[in-house]
């Protein structure tokens, strides 16, 4: 009899979500030992092999899928006027308040306006102080001497290396508008408030994609992104019903924007920013012609050599943050019926040999069904038995897959408790190599979602799994 599911537990919690991120070594609270920094978290062997797919997905959806478009490391730290040039020094800040009795402090535009009006603690009742502004980048000094003329930024966005080095890519690169660039880069932020886990840090990753077009096309190009940007988290096998659009209003719109608007999950704590698509008009490339004195304007050879500012869409997405989505969105709680197995075979729906959970009778799985492409391990080999030569086997068939997946190796338990602690991990498939095995060469290949099992020879299993991942559909 094979396993199955009939019932769900229903969805995320951040606390179940925060418990499973540190207990299998996605994220850990930086600096834990010393109490912990906050705003700051550290990425485990599952984290950071996550982080690192979701960015080559990322990248390879935004580059190698687009001729139009190519990359950019640019430097952390900037030339200060480029601050200046891009208002975030005198524009990046958030209102701040704080209570005089309790010391907590929080962001005036956050709190309710009749505790504001009437300068009360929404928490213990206190007074709070006047509102003032809170400049949201974090500073620090270059050179020997600590002095006004040495101070520089920890940048708070990637987006401005981007603008300083379209003219040099454009005669590097022989690049024709329209054409984009793209970076995935880390970002500072001093925030007021960090909160919901690795949802709003103080030291993060963004991917960004800055597209260049003529003015007057820009309306057209920014609803092709918004278009664009919407069937990549088709592509990840997101749950499309935990995303809106949310159009910034007058009140939300950035000084630079002619017009954005946000993609926004269904995070646990609630609808959130998730990316954002913006149309920042010339405003950025205007900025920097006047700050730094050079001529930024794009030279239209093909059309009698046109002048003119282009204007910008920009795409921009926290990576820590989808990463964050990913486990809400991927998270499962599911109740399995399966039949008690003390260790041999049992047979499933086409006659085919499958291992049992070797759990209960019925029991609940936790899982994260994320799409294979992002998967921290895309398959694990597990030896039925560690004696009789099983072992040896199944690291050789690790050792033949290792250069074309992420593999992992499990011998330690029950093969039930083995499958679960792969369902916990994300890991959407699971070799199994049992006695059948030395005899046919046949392993048995597991389905992380549906826990299907099916026999398949072992030469085969690359082959298959480049099939399995390629036509893969989430179940759920």
């Given at each position: 009899?094979?396993?199955?599911?009939?019932?769900?537990?229903?969805?995320?919690?951040?606390?179940?979500?925060?418990?499973?991120?540190?207990?299998?070594?996605?994220?850990?609270?930086?600096?834990?030992?010393?109490?912990?920094?906050?705003?700051?978290?550290?990425?485990?062997?599952?984290?950071?092999?996550?982080?690192?797919?979701?960015?080559?997905?990322?990248?390879?959806?935004?580059?190698?899928?687009?001729?139009?478009?190519?990359?950019?490391?640019?430097?952390?730290?900037?030339?200060?006027?480029?601050?200046?040039?891009?208002?975030?020094?005198?524009?990046?800040?958030?209102?701040?308040?704080?209570?005089?009795?309790?010391?907590?402090?929080?962001?005036?535009?956050?709190?309710?306006?009749?505790?504001?009006?009437?300068?009360?603690?929404?928490?213990?009742?206190?007074?709070?102080?006047?509102?003032?502004?809170?400049?949201?980048?974090?500073?620090?000094?270059?050179?020997?001497?600590?002095?006004?003329?040495?101070?520089?930024?920890?940048?708070?966005?990637?987006?401005?290396?981007?603008?300083?080095?379209?003219?040099?890519?454009?005669?590097?690169?022989?690049?024709?508008?329209?054409?984009?660039?793209?970076?995935?880069?880390?970002?500072?932020?001093?925030?007021?408030?960090?909160?919901?886990?690795?949802?709003?840090?103080?030291?993060?990753?963004?991917?960004?994609?800055?597209?260049?077009?003529?003015?007057?096309?820009?309306?057209?190009?920014?609803?092709?992104?918004?278009?664009?940007?919407?069937?990549?988290?088709?592509?990840?096998?997101?749950?499309?019903?935990?995303?809106?659009?949310?159009?910034?209003?007058?009140?939300?719109?950035?000084?630079?924007?002619?017009?954005?608007?946000?993609?926004?999950?269904?995070?646990?704590?609630?609808?959130?920013?998730?990316?954002?698509?913006?149309?920042?008009?010339?405003?950025?490339?205007?900025?920097?012609?006047?700050?730094?004195?050079?001529?930024?304007?794009?030279?239209?050879?093909?059309?009698?050599?046109?002048?003119?500012?282009?204007?910008?869409i920009e795409t921009s997405?926290?990576?820590?943050?989808?990463?964050?989505?990913?486990?809400?969105?991927?998270?499962?709680?599911?109740?399995?019926?399966?039949?008690k197995n003390s260790g041999?075979?049992?047979?499933?729906?086409?006659?085919?040999?499958?291992?049992?959970?070797?759990?209960?009778?019925?029991?609940?799985?936790?899982?994260?069904?994320?799409?294979?492409?992002?998967?921290?391990?895309?398959?694990?080999?597990?030896?039925?038995?560690?004696?009789?030569?099983?072992?040896?086997?199944?690291?050789?068939?690790r050792s033949g897959l290792?250069?074309?997946?992420?593999?992992?190796?499990?011998?330690?338990?029950?093969?039930?408790?083995?499958?679960?602690?792969?369902?916990?991990?994300?890991?959407?498939?699971?070799?199994?190599?049992?006695?059948?095995?030395?005899?046919?060469?046949?392993?048995?290949?597991?389905?992380?979602?549906?826990?299907?099992?099916?026999?398949?020879?072992?030469?085969?299993?690359?082959?298959?799994?480049?099939?399995?991942?390629?036509?893969?559909?989430?179940?759920?």
């Amino acid at each position: 009899m094979s396993d199955h599911i009939t019932e769900y537990q229903g969805s995320a919690t951040m606390d179940k979500i925060t418990s499973l991120a540190k207990r299998r070594g996605f994220v850990f609270q930086s600096s834990e030992i010393y109490g912990g920094q906050n705003g700051a978290w550290d990425y485990g062997p599952l984290g950071v092999e996550l982080k690192n797919r979701i960015a080559r997905n990322w990248w390879k959806e935004m580059t190698q899928l687009h001729d139009d478009i190519v990359g950019l490391d640019a430097a952390i730290l900037m030339h200060p006027r480029t601050w200046e040039a891009s208002g975030h020094v005198e524009n990046f800040t958030d209102p701040l308040v704080d209570c005089r009795k309790c010391k907590t402090r929080f962001r005036a535009d956050q709190i309710p306006p009749e505790n504001l009006a009437a300068k009360k603690c929404p928490d213990c009742g206190g007074d709070l102080t006047d509102t003032r502004k809170f400049n949201l980048m974090f500073k620090t000094h270059i050179g020997a001497v600590e002095d006004e003329a040495g101070i520089i930024y920890l940048r708070p966005e990637t987006a401005q290396g981007i603008y300083v080095n379209y003219k040099n890519i454009i005669q590097s690169n022989r690049m024709k508008i329209p054409f984009g660039i793209a970076q995935i880069g880390k970002a500072f932020r001093n925030e007021i408030v960090t909160k919901n886990f690795i949802f709003r840090t103080c030291e993060f990753e963004q991917m960004e994609m800055q597209f260049f077009v003529k003015p007057g096309t820009d309306v057209e190009w920014f609803n092709e992104w918004k278009k664009r940007r919407w069937a990549y988290y088709e592509k990840l096998g997101v749950r499309m019903d935990s995303l809106r659009w949310h159009q910034h209003g007058p009140d939300e719109l950035a000084h630079y924007a002619k017009d954005a608007y946000d993609i926004e999950y269904l995070f646990p704590m609630g609808w959130k920013e998730l990316e954002g698509v913006h149309n920042r008009s010339n405003y950025d490339l205007t900025r920097h012609t006047q700050y730094s004195g050079k001529d930024l304007q794009y030279i239209d050879q093909e059309n009698n050599n046109e002048r003119y500012i282009p204007f910008i869409i920009e795409t921009s997405a926290g990576l820590t943050r989808t990463l964050l989505m990913l486990l809400c969105d991927a998270y499962d709680e599911e109740k399995v019926i399966s039949e008690k197995n003390s260790g041999g075979a049992e047979g499933n729906t086409g006659g085919e040999t499958s291992h049992g959970t070797g759990g209960s009778a019925d029991d609940w799985r936790t899982v994260l069904h994320f799409h294979p492409a992002v998967a921290p391990v895309t398959v694990a080999v597990l030896p039925l038995m560690k004696k009789d030569g099983l072992a040896e086997l199944a690291q050789d068939i690790r050792s033949g897959l290792k250069e074309d997946f992420a593999t992992d190796y499990d011998q330690a338990g029950a093969i039930g408790r083995r499958y679960r602690r792969q369902d916990e991990a994300g890991t959407p498939f699971c070799v199994t190599v049992d006695y059948e095995s030395k005899e046919n060469g046949t392993v048995t290949l597991r389905f992380r979602d549906s826990m299907e099992q099916i026999r398949v020879h072992k030469d085969e299993l690359a082959a298959r799994l480049y099939q399995e991942i390629k036509a893969y559909k989430r179940i759920k």
